[in-house]
């Protein structure tokens, strides 16, 4: 449904995640760690779920992409030759008298936005942490934990097309956890320390690039649209040669409209034939695709449409978020509703009998949840008014409920109600796993 809400208080959005199971702090009896987040059951739902439309549009439904999964600790050698451990830098500075450090490219004045104390010259310093393989603490032992999916893809690229039969143009796909020692992580889920990617690699031959990139640039952002975000809050950004990352030709991003303002959700890079070059230097191995037709190894170029996808379940739930007047069994009440799409939200049934003290009613709703969990995840609730029932789940996004009442005893019908229209509609029940199939896929 189409909703013209714009949630301008981020603080809504958190206290709703942290109420009803979607987004807790992290350590939080120890008193919380660096802004890190846990997902609590609804949450781990939601992004589960994101992460297969991802799939879904990136995998599932095209036949020139492949999905792998990459060890996050790689070999260290990787960050030298892909340049983050030379660059993957950010300016930081130090206040001479409180000792708290902020990225130098946000403070302006050379006075600490803290306690106006001042500041030290900026120094690079770099994003990725470090840790020790092995049971000895020395310098050959050191190793990164990874500060982004894509370096998996390139140091596999050679044993994608050793062995599956890939012609050009492919890609390869990943999802997983990346990590940066972020100087100011902040606004709640979207920059943190550890945080999850969901990337694509798609190789072309060089000159065809352009036409790819651009080719990405829309897919992507339909993508968003095709999973609810309101085209008002989206826009194409495309980088000033100066804010180019080392590696990139050309990137553009696209940006969402937090309550913060507008910032980053995904970049989609042209990173030529980087990549592979700098591999082939430092491994020694040629990563090169055999052209039959041409007879010639080519070094393909990249286009990286590269997305987050906890900074996504942000964009997600903001953009659903919604606090409406409604009249609903002939009271005028006010809700916050989830206008999440079907395919995202955590359950897409709950399963209310309509009276919890009559024991047909439970029995068949008790029968029919355990019909209906073997395809989806619902949810079963027997507690408080029917009213206060749809308002819980209205909040977490539910997009049906299905009411097991008087009726059903007779004839086996249930009453499906939307969540956005409010609407009620009756389902036999044998209709009601394909009916839901229906409404709830991606
Ligand atoms: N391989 C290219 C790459 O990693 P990036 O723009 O640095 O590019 C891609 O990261 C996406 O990863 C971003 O658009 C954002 O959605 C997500 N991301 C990056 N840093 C993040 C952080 N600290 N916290 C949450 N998400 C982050």
Known sequence: MAHAYHLDDMNKLVSLAKRRGFVFPGSEIYGGFGNSWDYGPLGFLLKENIKAAWL??????????????????????????????????????????????????????????????????????????????????????????????????????????????????????????????????????????????????????????????????????????????????????????????????????????????????????????????????????????????????????????????????LAFLLDAYDEERISEGGKEDVRTVLHLHPALAPYKAAVLPLLRNRPPLVDLAREVYTRLRRHFYVVYDETGAIGRRYRRQDEIGTPYCLTIDFQSLEDQTVTVRDRDTMEQVRVHIEELVPWLAGHVTG
Not at 60 to 75: F, G, K, S, Y
């Open 56 to 313: 879904r549009a990136m995998v599932q439904e095209r036949d020139d992409v492949l999905p792998i999964e990459t060890a996050i600790i790689m070999n260290p050698r990787v960050w030298v030759a892909s340049g983050h451990v030379a660059g993957f830098t950010d300016p930081l500075v130090d206040c001479k008298n409180c000792k708290q450090r902020f990225r130098a490219d946000q403070v302006s004045g050379g006075r600490c936005p803290e306690c106006g104390g001042e500041l030290t010259e900026p120094r690079q310093f770099n994003l990725m942490f470090k840790t020790y393989v092995g049971p000895v603490e020395e310098e050959a032992a050191i190793a990164y934990l990874r500060p982004e999916t894509a370096q998996g893809m390139f140091v596999d690229f050679k044993a994608i097309v050793d062995t599956m039969r890939v012609k050009l143009p492919f890609g390869i796909a990943q999802i997983g956890k990346s990590f940066r020692n972020e100087i100011t992580p902040g606004n709640f889920i979207f920059r943190t320390r550890e945080f999850e990617q969901m990337e694509m690699e798609y190789f072309v031959r060089p000159g065809t690039d352009m036409e790819w990139f651009d080719y990405w640039v829309r897919q992507r952002y339909d993508w968003y649209v095709r999973y609810g975000i309101r085209t008002e809050n989206l826009r194409l950004r495309q980088h000033e040669p100066s804010e180019l990352a080392h590696y990139s030709r050309c990137t553009t991003d696209i940006e969402y409209r937090y309550p913060f303002g507008w910032g980053e959700l995904e970049g989609i890079a042209n990173r030529g034939d980087f990549d592979l070059r700098v591999h082939e230097e430092h491994s020694g191995e040629q990563l090169r695709y055999f052209d039959e037709e041409t007879r010639e190894h080519i070094r393909p170029y990249v286009i990286e449409p590269a997305a987050g996808a906890t900074r996504s379940l």
